[in-house]
């Protein structure tokens, strides 16, 4: 079956630490997403892909880092630099369509991150 | 930035009400998405809306694109258990989403 593969469901990071969020897809599609989750809160867009080898920074990239070497894979990382990184994180796919349409969005099923 | 207004954000409400909720911006949008999101999952497509006045059904779900593009809502007829979860809305301009603050819904059996 098609869809996005999120690793792991739960992470724990310790002072200091990067850690990285796997996203695989097997869609076939070009772009690619992550977005941050707050209780009581909207969606918010960290980093995203339209294609491989290139990303852009969505509205709240300080302290996050991604990588798109494959269109299957999209990891992103949270380094230290990220001081409050407790969150429920969404990976996210679409397939890009002429200029821009991204609504059909397909969500993975997330990662809890929480700090020790 | 663009903001949504998403209300209410919370629901309790008997087995077998009707439902409606809403989003508000003070800017427009040119795709109007609604989403469910079970606890602990990412969030699902329920329905999306293209244009100003559309009403679009998805079973038991029916949502409007507002005339003025400025804003959208959606009804769910006689609920049941299953409906628990957050519904969020999220519009679309250029190729960017910007989602609402979700609304929670629990359903009393």
Redesign the interface.
């Known amino acids: 079956d098609g869809g996005?593969t999120?690793s792991p469901k739960y992470l724990f990071r310790k002072e200091g630490q990067n850690v990285t969020l796997s996203c695989e897809q097997n869609l076939n599609h070009d772009a690619m997403y992550w977005y941050r989750q707050d209780p009581?809160?909207?969606?918010?867009?960290i980093y995203y892909s339209q294609i491989v080898n290139d990303f852009q920074k969505g509205?709240i990239a300080e302290g996050y880092s991604v990588s798109r070497e494959k269109k299957e894979s999209f990891p992103l990382t949270v380094t230290s630099a990220q001081k409050n990184p407790t969150a429920f994180y969404?990976c996210?796919s679409s397939m890009e369509q002429g200029?821009?349409?991204?609504?059909?969005?397909?969500?993975?099923?997330?990662t809890?991150l929480s700090v020790l | 930035g663009q903001q949504l207004n998403q209300s209410p954000q919370s629901m309790f409400i008997q087995e077998g009400e009707d439902v409606s909720m809403n989003c508000t911006s003070s800017s427009i949008f040119n795709t109007w998405l609604w989403y469910k999101q079970d606890p602990g999952e990412g969030p699902v497509l329920l329905i999306a809306l293209y244009k100003a006045g559309e009403l679009t059904s998805n079973g038991r779900l029916t949502a409007q694109f507002g005339i003025t593009r400025k804003d959208s809502f959606l009804n769910i007829s006689a609920s049941i258990p299953s409906d628990v979860g957050i519904y969020f809305c999220a519009g679309q301009y250029g190729n960017k989403l910007v989602f609402g603050a979700g609304t929670i819904l629990r359903v009393k059996s």
């Open positions: 996005i999120q009581g809160q909207g969606l918010r867009l509205d969404l996210a200029k821009s349409t991204n609504e059909k969005l397909f969500f993975g099923s997330g809890q």
